[in-house]
């Protein structure tokens, strides 16, 4: 198996542009994770799904950041207008829900630079 | 709301310098408790999960403990190829969180 599929690996974007990111969980796998990495705040859930339904987007910062996962092989995590502060690292990560998540798999991550 | 803390937050050791990093939990309804190891540049890898108080595991020169607020990753006479960021995370079930990590530097 090729693991969780982030693309891009870099995104460099200025101030109000719209910025999306792509995410191929492992096949066979039944929920989804996206989260943000930062040094100061750490690695922070951001919002994710079973079965392809979001399940809780508590962790989303605001209106301008939205996630959707239209099949159980993709996903996207859209940010409109994207900001500065919003640079970071971003992974999505994968797991089988079998009654509790636990193992997760995470994607090699995309880094995001908002100029 | 669930938390949680590690400490300390960096750590210098000299090869084959034992010690032990710390993760502090508060969690409604704890499903299980997870340990990464994460690589500059790449995303966090799995070690171990511990679902009970008096659960240990062991991998290599690691061995993660779990009490029923903290666990330990005991790390004994490491490696330079042991440095990196470790991460503790917790779950509920459903949600996975996780604390900011210990970054883990040994020198040889």
């Known amino acids: 198996d090729a693991g969780v599929i982030q693309s891009p690996r870099h995104e460099v974007t200025e101030m109000g542009q719209e910025v999306t990111l792509r995410c191929k969980p492992i096949?066979?796998?039944?929920?989804l994770f996206w989260y943000r990495q930062t040094m100061m705040r750490g690695l922070e859930l951001l919002i994710y799904?079973?079965?392809?339904?979001?399940?809780?987007d508590s962790g989303m910062p605001e209106d301008r950041f939205s996630a959707k996962m239209p099949n159980a092989s993709f996903s996207t995590l859209k940010i409109q207008p994207s900001e500065p502060r919003d640079s970071a690292v971003y992974f999505c990560?994968?797991?089988?829900?079998?009654?509790?998540?636990?193992?997760?798999?995470f994607g090699s991550g995309t880094q995001l630079s908002v100029l | 709301e669930d938390q949680v803390t590690q400490s300390p937050e960096a750590l210098r050791l000299q090869e084959g310098e034992s010690s032990s990093l710390n993760c502090s939990y508060t969690v409604s309804g704890l499903r299980g408790l997870f340990w990464y190891r994460q690589d500059p540049g790449k995303g966090p890898e799995f070690l171990f999960t511990?679902?009970?108080a008096g659960e240990e595991k062991e991998k290599e020169r690691l061995k993660a403990t779990l009490t029923k607020k903290e666990s330990f990753l005991h790390i004994t006479a490491p490696k330079p190829e042991d440095s990196a960021t470790y991460l503790c995370?917790?779950?509920?079930?459903?949600?996975?969180?996780f604390g900011k990590g210990t970054r883990l530097h040994i020198l040889p």
């Open positions: 511990l679902y009970s």
């Open positions: 990560a994968s797991s089988l829900w079998t009654g509790a998540n636990e193992k997760l798999f």
């Open positions: 799904f079973n079965n392809n339904v979001p399940i809780d």
């Open positions: 995370a917790v779950s509920d079930g459903d949600k996975i969180i």
């Open positions: 096949s066979g796998h039944n929920s």
